[in-house]
């Protein structure tokens, strides 16, 4: 009886910290689009929330994956890379090869998903921070697509335009699919042994295996998903463009863990959510198309991200602090 009552009185603040951050989210996001539309009469239109919704599929589904990787205290660099050699490969299958159009993406993901299980089986069997793993990937792997492609951009045309298709009022069946992913994804986090076991790994791994739970081949399985979540990305992207350039993606490890971050995901490991990472996928995604609309440089546009996501991790450093006081 008494551990029952002490486990709901550890729960009860973690369930306070995620309703705040969730509730703190969606007023960034609502401010956000206030701003921009008064800044930009052309902000507050369908088209304007149309063009980010079919934009943000490629990165919501990565953030998805680093969320993952976050939770059991590792990180993956390579994720942009990977997503420019799945995109490669189902190109050269289709256009070199003449694979068929399914084929050619079962290769993307199968691409993904070797990629982050080689990560994941490195730092395991060798003990390496995931850091210095994945930033080999990011240097082999791009190296690669850059083989794959010739280092040309190669034009899939409509091959898999079925993936960018409008099917709900002008948004895109890759859209659907994010937001699917991340229904599913939150419910094995939260809902399943697994999501427990990468909480508890990213918590005290040490105390995961003292009580009998092996966490390497759980920490493989996370950087397997995200790997295969970036192969995802390749094709969503492909669709998009109609195309597999060898340089995509570069930087975007960068986006996809700043999107995580904002979301109130711990960099320490333990700690995070999918839904409160889709919320820091739109903030970055409606402050990219905010500023563009508003003629901000690049340079402005660098800066201004950049001081966002440091007062993202400021804000939640002083949450964790409150909570635990």
């Given at each position: 009886?008494?551990?029952?009552?002490?486990?709901?009185?550890?729960?009860?603040?973690?369930?306070?910290?995620?309703?705040?951050?969730?509730?703190?989210?969606?007023?960034?996001?609502?401010?956000?689009?206030?701003?921009?539309?008064?800044?930009?009469?052309?902000?507050?239109?369908?088209?304007?929330f149309v063009t980010i919704a079919n934009e943000i599929p490629a990165l919501a589904v990565m953030a998805v994956g680093m969320t993952f990787v976050l939770i059991i205290a590792g990180i993956d660099l390579s994720v942009g890379?990977?997503?420019?050699?799945?995109?490669?490969?189902?190109?050269?299958?289709?256009l070199q090869w003449h694979w068929s159009v399914p084929a050619a993406a079962v290769l993307a993901l199968a691409t993904g998903l070797l990629c982050g299980a080689v990560t994941g089986a490195v730092s395991v069997a060798w003990r390496l921070?995931?850091?210095?793993?994945?930033?080999?990937?990011l240097e082999a792997v791009r190296g690669s697509a850059y083989l794959v492609t010739d280092s040309?951009?190669?034009?899939?045309?409509?091959?898999?335009?079925?993936?960018?298709?409008?099917?709900?009022?002008?948004?895109?069946?890759?859209f659907v699919l994010a937001v699917l992913i991340v229904i599913v994804a939150q419910l094995v986090l939260s809902r399943t042994v697994f999501g427990r076991s990468m909480v508890g790994i990213g918590t005290n791994e040490e105390a995961m295996r003292l009580a009998g739970v092996d966490p390497r081949p759980i920490r493989i399985a996370v950087f397997a998903l995200i790997g295969l979540l970036a192969g995802l990305a390749g094709l969503m992207q492909s669709a998009r463009l109609e195309a597999a350039d060898p340089n995509a993606g570069t930087g975007v490890e960068l986006q996809v863990i700043a999107a995580v971050v904002i979301g109130g995901t711990s960099l320490m490991g333990g700690r995070g959510s999918v839904i409160t990472t889709a919320f820091g996928v739109l903030i970055i995604a409606v402050l990219e198309a905010g500023l563009a609309q508003v003629g901000a440089s690049e340079p402005s546009k660098r800066i201004i991200t950049g001081a966002v996501i440091v007062a993202a991790v400021i804000v939640d450093t002083l949450r964790q602090r409150r909570g635990a006081a």
């Open positions: 009886m008494n551990t029952s009552v002490t486990s709901q009185a550890a729960a009860a603040p973690v369930w306070r910290t995620q309703l705040g951050t969730f509730i703190g989210l969606a007023a960034v996001l609502v401010g956000m689009v206030a701003l921009f539309s008064w800044l930009s009469e052309y902000f507050w239109s369908r088209e304007t890379s990977v997503m420019a050699l799945s995109a490669a490969t189902s190109a050269a299958a289709i921070p995931s850091f210095i793993v994945s930033l080999g990937m040309r951009t190669q034009y899939v045309g409509d091959a898999i335009s079925w993936l960018a298709a409008p099917v709900l009022d002008g948004v895109s069946s890759a």
